[in-house]
């Protein structure tokens, strides 16, 4: 289907008129809050201020004043990044107009449109986003949970302190010693993160540590780019990575934290560290606000990322349940720019156009081995669909590796300045 | 003229064949061509030296008019010093027609209209000068592969606001500010250039996955939009 662009300029004025309540002079100017400063949140609190040259009234609340991003962690574990090249601050964002509150948001209430804050602060809104990533789900290892056990088994996957802990537990692992992974269940944040962590912790250990093992216990049958992920294993790493799917075990396991064990089809193993990544959810302010549903994660309209539960709420990256998008960093970064148009649409009465969305994932497996999987997607009334996708190709030689890596390095480079100013 | 031989491809053609590049031509084919018309003035290879016309050993690449010890007419030393240099597009427009492209030359030769012929003789030739394999920087060995594209398409005024709401998608990997780290920069390029590197993209003759998927959404009134939108950002 083609679609003639002032066709879609004229709806977008007819829905704005229809839908908005027109800004009248003299009143305040309308209110975005967003809740959570990631790809998403950061993304979208910038494009919104950017794009709206001062007509709209943006806060940005997010707990942490220096943020660590999720992506590109894994190459710190594997020593190819240093910590501090995944952190960033809020100044840029602040300079393009957006107010910063560095608080936890705490409560939601919809009738009253305010947002609570820890501190005690209220916040009202005409429009709230909230971008707050992943939660874990209780018991969803058997032994586990992230309040009591997270500095023994760390999960690492909000990055920050646990992934430091994470990459001083390898360096102090014993040699010879066994580093078993606890894999997610679908759905989760970064589909192939769990598997170039793996390559990563495969590569720092060969260098010191050469006879150590990886155990990978996985409940999934099928996982992200795992015959590329095979391949490189197989290759870097011939021997030392072992992954048990369901088939033997792997999704059944339970783990006991105080004696660093881990129980596999009833029969008990001694690990020397141990990576939990949980089953998850919607961050928890989703579910406070009431905008998720049974499965945990919170329901949205394809076509702007709007709960189906509240018109005036919408939900961004990791924590929505949108379709076939993956739930990662580039994916949140693409529905920000879709929903912080659709609110300035809304707001102002700006144009509304298309949605159009897209993602690609890089992982690295080596030094100079690179590779990746992408989609590009569009609305259909059920869901965000995948229009057209590639990935690497098992077998690739080695320039075109090195150059999936290198430009991995400059999408890394891009999207924090997209993010972050 | 000049780029007659790159209007010959068709995007249907081309669409039906992924690769970076085409192949110039049949150079054994391009062998017989230069026995019948060119070695009665012309040597090339092991032991060329100028006759009648100057040796054609390492053409490609060469500034025209600069072999040692060959007296050229004055045109051919001017337009050299002027910057003309011996590749696949200027070699293919002198052969066709010398005259057209150096007025005053003095190779006494009447062209050659056939493009696929020129284009036997230029891969003939070329396996005589500095291949890339040893010299990164020397002449390409196949074509450029850029789309055929209809004037009228080049001929699209973009709009930049629309540009600017589209070039959200393009900015999660280029960077606004034009830096390069990893993925280059298309700001300020010339709105020709974006369009057809663009619909080169779009019609899968440039290999790279994740652009090739960007361009294939893109109508033509979206890729001028962008076009005209990063030419002026700054």
């Known amino acids: 289907m083609t679609l003639n662009r002032r066709h879609f300029i004229g709806t977008g004025f007819a829905a704005a008129s229809l839908l908005s309540v027109p800004m009248v002079w003299g009143q305040a100017k309308p209110r975005v809050v967003v809740i959570g400063g990631g790809a998403g949140g950061a993304t979208a609190a910038r494009y919104l201020a950017k794009d709206s040259a001062g007509g709209l009234d943006v806060t940005l609340i997010e707990a942490n004043p220096i943020y660590t991003t999720c992506f590109f962690s894994n190459l710190y574990l594997g020593g190819f990044r240093e910590f501090e090249s995944l952190q960033h601050g809020y100044d840029g964002i602040a300079a393009g107009g957006v107010t910063i509150i560095n608080d936890m948001a705490t409560g939601v209430d919809r009738a009253a449109k305010t947002v609570t804050l820890a501190g005690g602060q209220t916040v009202p809104y005409d429009r709230l986003i909230l971008s707050p990533g992943i939660d874990f789900r209780d018991g969803a290892v058997p032994g586990w949970s992230a309040d009591a056990h997270a500095e023994i088994m760390p999960h690492a996957y909000k990055a920050g302190p646990q992934t430091q802990l994470l990459k001083s537990m390898i360096e ?86 105080d004696t660093m064990e881990i129980v596999v089809d009833g029969e008990i193993q001694k690990v020397d560290v141990c990576n939990v990544i949980p089953g998850q959810m919607a961050g928890k302010i989703a579910a406070i606000a009431g905008v998720t549903d049974d499965s945990g994660w919170a329901p949205v309209h394809p076509d702007s990322m709007k709960t189906k539960a509240d018109d005036n709420i919408y939900v961004l990256g990791d924590s929505s349940a949108q379709g076939d998008m993956p739930k990662s960093g580039y994916s949140a970064n693409s529905q920000a720019k879709v929903a912080s148009m659709t609110i300035r649409g809304e707001l102002l009465g700006s144009n509304v156009f298309p949605a159009k969305y897209s993602n690609t994932c890089w992982s690295l497996i080596a030094p100079d081995d690179g590779v990746k999987v992408g989609a590009s997607y569009e609305p259909t009334p059920e869901k965000i669909a995948s229009v057209e996708s590639f990935i690497s190709a098992t077998g690739e030689d080695a320039a075109l590796r090195k150059a999936t890596y290198e430009e991995s390095i400059g999408w890394y480079s891009g999207i924090t300045a997209d993010m972050f100013g | 003229m000049i780029r007659q031989i790159f209007l010959a491809l068709t995007l249907a053609a081309a669409t039906a064949l992924p690769v970076a590049a085409e192949r110039i031509g049949d150079a054994a084919r391009g062998a017989t061509l230069f026995d019948r018309q060119c070695k009665a003035c012309h040597q090339i290879g092991d032991g060329a030296t100028n006759r009648v016309g100057p040796t054609l050993s ?177």
């Not at chain 1, 769990?194 to 060969?206: G, Q, T």
């Not at chain 2, 394999?133 to 390409?140: F, L, M, R």
């Not at chain 2, 005024?157 to 390069?180: N, V």
Request: aromatic letters at 10%; charged letters at 20%; proline letters at 9%.
């Open chain 1, 172 to 257: 102090s692992m014993p040699q010879g010693g066994t580093f078993a992974m606890i894999a997610p269940p679908n759905p989760y944040r970064c589909p192939p993160g769990p598997y170039e962590r793996i390559s990563m912790v495969a590569h720092a250990l060969k260098q010191n540590n050469p006879t150590a093992k990886i155990l990978v216990l996985d409940p999934k049958e099928n996982f992200s780019k795992k015959a590329l992920f095979e391949e490189g294993w197989a290759k870097h790493y011939d021997g030392m990575v072992e992954w048990v799917g369901p088939e033997f075990g792997g999704g059944a396991v339970e783990v006991r934290p």
């Open chain 2, 58 to 234: 390492n053409i490609f690449g060469r500034k025209a008019g600069t072999v040692a010890g060959f007296k050229y007419s004055k045109s051919i030393t001017r337009m050299g010093a002027d910057g003309l240099t011996w590749t696949l597009q200027t070699l293919d427009a002198y052969i066709e027609n010398p005259k057209a492209l150096v007025s005053g030359t003095r190779m006494n030769y009447r062209g050659m209209a056939d493009a696929s012929a020129r284009a036997d003789l230029m891969a003939f030739l070329r396996d005589y000068s500095d291949q890339p394999a040893n010299i990164p920087e020397s002449e390409p060995t196949a074509r450029k592969s850029e789309p055929t594209l209809d004037p009228a398409i080049l001929a699209i005024q973009g709009d930049p606001e629309y540009g600017a709401y589209l070039s959200s998608e393009c900015s999660t990997c280029h960077r606004r500010d034009g830096a390069d780290e990893g993925i280059p920069a298309i700001t300020q390029w010339p709105p020709e250039d974006f369009v057809v590197a663009m619909h080169a993209y779009k019609s899968k003759l440039r290999p790279h996955p994740v652009m090739q998927m960007m361009a294939s959404r893109l109508s033509n009134d979206e890729i001028a939009a962008l076009a005209a939108y990063f030419a002026t950002l700054e």
